[in-house]
């Protein structure tokens, strides 16, 4: 089991920017994703990238303010958060998909294809 950790959230203003990081125990194979949940509301999917970096999805709700990437040597992948909205609040959870390969990679937006999964960490956008 891979354990993840993110880093950088906190609390800024409305068309702030933020970074997470999310540090892998170990090489993090597979697709890599972040998914968020928001006071009283389910856990969505934000962002996923695949294992070369040669593939990507976003949400409706976050494309053309976020941008994922990973650096595997570093066992490190990043989320960059800019134009925050207050409706960005939420705790953000990265996650690791070892069987989502490119081939499925439709599958990246589901949680349930994720194995390994972070603690979370709370970004807080006020108005």
């Known amino acids: 089991q891979v354990q993840l950790v993110e880093s950088g959230g906190g609390m800024v203003q409305a068309g702030d920017s933020l970074r997470l990081s999310c540090q892998a125990s170990?090489?993090?194979?597979?697709?890599m994703g972040w998914f968020r949940r928001a006071p009283g509301k389910d856990r969505e999917f934000v962002a996923a990238?695949?294992?070369?970096?040669?593939?990507?999805a976003y949400a409706d709700a976050v494309k053309g303010r976020f941008n994922i990437t990973r650096i595997n040597t570093a066992n490190t992948g990043y989320l960059q958060m800019n134009s925050l909205k207050p409706e960005d609040t939420a705790v953000y959870y990265c996650?690791?998909?070892?069987?989502?390969?490119?081939?499925?990679?439709?599958?990246?937006?589901?949680?349930?294809?994720?194995?390994?999964w972070g603690l979370g960490i709370q970004v807080t956008v006020s108005s």
């Open positions: 990238i695949s294992w070369t970096g040669s593939m990507t």
């Open positions: 996650a690791l998909g070892s069987s989502i390969t490119t081939g499925v990679f439709s599958l990246a937006g589901s949680s349930d294809e994720y194995d390994d």
């Open positions: 170990e090489r993090p194979y597979g697709t």
